[in-house]
């Protein structure tokens, strides 16, 4: 809350927006005096290393704080059989030191307080979920359903904070309750017990990487559904599948297949998940299409971050369909019945590095600190500067007015709708083109583009501008960047110690031709997007006229008219005249809308000279995947 940069986005009075919204602020708001303000306290703990991802990524920067180190002992000092309990109680223990505070700052109890910091979550893996509500890893940590029906379509109780706390202490005082054994707990003392407001239960987060991610789908549905393939090696099969699958840049192509993967991270998860249906199709019974599908669907729903009923009836709906198809693997004989902590301690010189780690992040926070009061500094000049400029040109406009309509959201969307009715997209080029003087025999040859006389005469011919009577050289100058990356680039060959680079040519939807004002800019079909796949991008030479955008040259497929009910996807093919000349033509890049994978449909057995390079060219069916 001290936090400046925060200042803009603080609320100190209950609205119907966002996390505030929720049942259970509303209720607890109305259990603190009049004019009380909740502060939600979210709390993470974990063992693993969380604080270096992928590229420069990390754990929510600056919107955490460090509370504390938990232990980590193997406490020899306790005999084998009590070892594993105390070190239970141990976690508990340390947890009911650190947030003690809490403990009298959220009471209800008549003294005057402002702000009530109150626990409403708690972030974690499902182990640790288990340690905190007590009870052993093969119970659910949030219901009282028995360990052998956690994996039926059944409504169960959830767990009581307050009759958990009873069967504790009666445990404690010697007795054995019968829900004790039933339930799967641990005889400790929570550390939550205290917490005012708090149920525990209700704040445990969905552990996605674990419990789907790596559970459901990895361990489970992958290892059912390579059983189910139709093959007489049927891992040997699906890794081919992999391999040969097209390129996106948005997705992690498995160059060399998925059983050489040693190291699974919730990267290589995402990444299989999203081509896994294509790989499986034409290769198992449609029943385990359906299953696979349905349980794709659910961890998509998962990852939304904020709900509405429609979202949560297709979640509930894939649930329902799992539970309704899994019967199948039965029936085939397959299924029988965090580190941001760390960063302190690697600052040290690992010699009494409690204490440096302190002055570590003591400092850190000053840092930061000061970083966001000249951030805020900054934005406050320019917006001085945006107003003294506005006035200066603009002499009969007061300061205010000029400051309504800098902020006018009704401007800013009437320009964006004209500039998506009339096609127009944000691009960047690269300062020099990647390559030069192209002749028309490489661009027919490197870049595939066989169809390119004829669609650049076509694009002059409907723009009205000048076409030549012969044709030289025409200079390569832009390769598409953009936030949505789109690559047109021919094979590199081998150079010294450099490897050969193959070709890329992505596939997108795009316009053949300006929308008109007021279509529905997610339009499919023959008025609307079209699949394509770019081979060169370009810009007019001097002598054929002046064109204010890039020029992209695209081979067409066919019509998205409706989706493929057995993986719910589009399925599309070459579209071509009478079935010998590709149907191909130049279009601006502002045309086009974004980028889309298409999965080749592999089929019963999938053809061994397929491979990711030039599987675009040799298969003749399609899906557009839906799972990017």
């Known amino acids: 809350m001290g936090k400046s940069c925060f200042a803009q986005h603080m609320k100190y009075a209950p609205e119907q927006v966002k996390m505030s919204t929720a049942n259970w602020w509303w209720v607890t708001q109305k259990l603190l005096p009049k004019g009380a303000t909740i502060a939600a306290v979210i709390l993470v703990t974990n063992k693993t290393q969380l604080s270096q991802f992928s590229g420069d990524k990390q754990a929510w920067p600056h919107a955490t704080v460090l509370i504390g180190y938990l232990p980590i002992s193997k406490l020899e000092c306790f005999n084998k059989k009590t070892r594993s309990m105390q070190s239970y109680q ?33 972030v974690m893996d499902y182990p640790e979920q288990c340690l905190v509500g007590c009870c052993m890893e093969n119970c659910c940590s949030k219901c009282l359903s028995k360990s052998d029906l956690l994996g039926n379509p059944v409504h169960s109780i959830l767990q009581d904070p307050e009759k958990t706390i009873r069967i504790l202490k009666q445990t404690a005082d010697g007795h054995k309750p019968q829900a004790f054994t039933d339930q799967g707990l641990h005889p400790v003392n929570p550390f939550w017990r205290k917490l005012p407001h708090c149920n525990i239960f209700n704040y445990f987060t969905p552990d996605i990487l674990h419990q789907l991610h790596k559970g459901m789908f990895k361990d489970h549905v992958v290892s059912w559904v390579t059983e189910a393939v139709h093959a007489d090696k049927p891992k040997e099969e699906l890794d081919c599948r992999f391999r040969a699958m097209t390129h996106h840049p948005s997705l992690c192509h498995f160059q060399k297949g998925i059983l050489l993967v040693l190291q ?82 690697n600052a040290s010189n690992k010699r009494d590095y409690v204490k440096q780690m302190a002055i570590w992040l003591r400092r850190r926070e000053a840092v930061d600190s000061f970083d966001s009061w000249k951030l805020m500094r900054q934005r406050d000049d320019e917006d001085e500067d945006n107003t003294e ?33 009339y096609g127009e997209s944000v691009y960047s080029i690269p300062k020099f083109p990647s390559f030069k003087n192209i002749d028309l025999d490489t661009l027919d040859k490197k870049y595939g583009s066989t169809e390119f006389v004829y669609a650049l005469e076509s694009f002059l011919c409907h723009h009205g501008m000048y076409r030549p009577y012969f044709w030289d050289a025409w200079p390569v100058k832009y390769e598409l960047v953009t936030i949505d990356p789109i690559r047109a680039s021919p094979t590199v060959p081998a150079h010294g110690r450099n490897k050969e680079i ?52 695209i081979e067409w497929f066919t019509l998205l008219h409706k989706l493929d009910d057995h993986v719910g996807m589009f399925k599309v093919q070459c579209s071509t005249h009478s079935g010998q000349w590709l149907r191909a033509s130049i279009i601006p890049v502002t045309y086009i809308s974004w980028s889309c994978q298409l999965s080749p449909y592999f089929g019963h057995s999938m053809d061994r000279t397929w491979s990711s390079n030039n599987v675009l060219g040799l298969c003749q069916s399609f899906h557009v995947n839906s799972y990017l």
């Open 90 to 122: 141990l976690f508990h223990m340390c947890m009911c030191s650190l947030l003690d505070p809490l403990v009298e700052a959220g009471k209800n109890d008549g003294k005057t307080r402002m702000v009530y910091p109150l626990l409403v979550a708690y």
């Open 264 to 345: 699974w991270t919730g990267n290589e998860y995402k990444n299989m998940e999203k081509v896994f249906l294509s790989v499986l199709d034409g290769s198992v019974q449609d029943e385990v299409i359906e299953c696979v599908q349905s349980v794709l669907d659910f961890i998509y729903y998962v990852h939304f971050k904020e709900h509405t009923d429609e979202s949560l009836s297709k979640l509930d709906k894939a649930w329902h369909t799992f539970h309704k198809k899994k019967a199948i693997f039965i029936d085939l004989d397959i299924w029988q019945h965090f580190n941001i902590p760390k960063i302190a301690y």
């Open 389 to 421: 400029a506005v006035l200066a040109n603009n002499p009969m406009i007061s300061a205010s007015t000029a400051l309504d309509n800098d902020e006018s959201p009704g401007s800013d969307a009437v320009r964006a709708a004209d500039t998506l009715q």
């Open 502 to 553: 193959p070709a890329q040519f992505n596939t997108v939807l795009a316009w053949k031709k300006l929308p008109e004002v007021g279509t529905d800019l997610d339009l499919l079909g023959n008025k609307g997007l079209h699949v394509g796949q770019v081979h060169v991008i370009f810009n007019l030479p001097e002598q054929l006229g002046m064109f204010p955008h890039p020029l992209a040259y």
